[in-house]
Nanobody, 118 residues
Framework: QVQLVESGGGLVQPGGSLRLSCAASGFTFSNYRMSWYRQAPGKERELVAYITATNSNANYADSVKGRFTISRDNAKNMVYLQMNSLDPEDTAVYYC???????????WGQGTQVTVSS
């Protein structure tokens, strides 16, 4: 069974840091582009960052550029999102996603809540 399991969410103060993890299983992890999305109440789902399958090139939304870092460890089937200088506007449910576009294979985790508040 394909699984993407996020962890590391929680409550953090503004300016603080948090590291999200996503554990993948049930598919060939190294073949997939991995992404982090987030969705806040009443707002559209937003792509936060992605990292490519071939050479691990990373891209970021403008809103998080310079503050967040996505990385992957193919040996461990893990993808991470290091979040620094957190702001209340970063509050959202964060989802891990795996994509193999040519095969139309799209997998999603259940999400982990990140709350940035004093």
């Amino acid at each position: 069974q394909v699984q993407l399991v996020e962890s590391g969410g929680g409550l953090v103060q503004p300016g603080g840091s948090l590291r999200l993890s996503c554990a993948a299983s049930g598919f060939t992890f190294s073949n997939y582009r991995m992404s982090w999305y987030r969705q806040a109440p009443g707002k559209e789902r937003e792509l936060v960052a992605y990292i490519t399958a071939t050479n691990s090139n990373a891209n970021y939304a403008d809103s998080v550029k310079g503050r967040f870092t996505i990385s992957r460890d193919n040996a461990k089937n893990m993808v991470y999102l290091q979040m620094n200088s957190l702001d209340p506007e970063d509050t959202a449910v964060y989802y891990c996603s795996a994509r193999w576009e040519l095969a139309r294979r799209y997998y999603w985790g259940q999400g982990t809540q990140v709350t940035v508040s004093s």
